[in-house]
């Protein structure tokens, strides 16, 4: 590792004495870099605790959680799961509704995708150092390296967060600090410049190297895929929705069943989510109450919810739709039971549609 | 000692786990909470943070339509000793 340290950092051969110790507060994300920069700070003797902030965005396994191909799979936080290696406390913080105005106005735009990377590391930044001073912590931790990620982890975005956020120099990045200018727990003695790093790029070999050091032989996908809005299909469903709203608006409620079944749009008003196996049917029934929905009941067939205003003849279409993806897709017709929003419930038979007949353009 | 119950059902990780936390700080040591979800996650998400947390879990199911109920009495907040 010590071919990863910048030989030219400040050496501090005389440190401030304190007689309480310093206490961190480090964003601990369920990945290999908070887990180290976390480690790399509480092994220096500061009191770390974990916060990990949830937007609604986060993967976490949410798909394992519902598709019955993934329920097999172990399922774990990994948030909690770092916070439980490190030995610290974690508070994980529902952000959800604040998190808006992040995902529709982002002041420094999107990145590939709808990924608003610098604005929610700015974001994320800003409510730790609300924490850290309404409960009296010294400085905050992130895991961030310089030229990690493309948008918000560059040389020139990192002084963006920490102004930004008003953090300023309470904020530590001890993976890439000595590439940085000494933060306050550095000046203040807190943390020992010498023992911090001065990782730089994509590679993943100097973070891998320095879990092999700790003795952590075990971590979650190391750098991305942590947020939906870096992912393109999630990122094309999401502007659907927003399309055929008129504006870019959103509940809980929608992005979560942006992640669950098959999403066809056969009229400008009406987007039809067929489930793709049982797991997902279970998930979808407990949106019956608040969604028109298609019950198949002369076949086994996929819950099928129907989004947005339900004209003349959408029921039949949704269910033509469904039936093509059930058990009778080769029966003459397939009864259903369709229910209102309101919960008002008519039967309805239908051709099943043929492959052919489902337009490519309707899948969103 | 109070009993009390939570209904996390249909919310998805780590919803569940903030929905425990948020309740458990409003309870006092000794008081137990029975939590109804179901996200399988829960069945570990959940006594994890009790373990970071200084709580104790006292039991754990899950029955055939997949409901899980978890309890756990409320303890005393921890500080992790990090010298």
Redesign the interface.
Known sequence: MAGQRNQGAVAFTSMPTRQT?PKAIALISGGLDSLLAAKVV?EQ?????GI?Y?TGF?V???T???RNRD?TR????N???S??QL????????VIDAYKDVVINPKHGYGANLNPCLDCKSFMVTRAREWIEDNGFDFIVTGEVIGQRPMSQRRETLPVIANESGAEDRLLRPLCAQLLAPTLPERMGWVDREQLYAFNGRSRKPQMALAEQFGIKEYAQPAGGCCFLTDATYATKLRDLWASRGEKRYELDDI?LLKVGRHLRPRPHLKVIVARDAGET??LR?YRKAYAHLLMTSHNGPMTLLEGEVHDGDAELAARIAARFGQGRAASDVQFDFVTAAGVARSLAVAPFKPEDIAPEWYV | MSAYTLDAKQLLCPLPVIRTQDRVATLKIGDVLTVYCTDPGALSDIPTWCRLHGHTMLSSKEDVDGVIELVLKVGSPIYHAQQ
């Open positions: 110790q509480k003797g500061v009191h770390v605790e990990n949830f986060c976490e396994g949410h394992h959680a519902i329920r172990h399922k774990r936080n948030a909690l799961w916070a439980e030995g610290i406390q974690l508070h994980i913080v529902d979560m279970q998930y407990g």
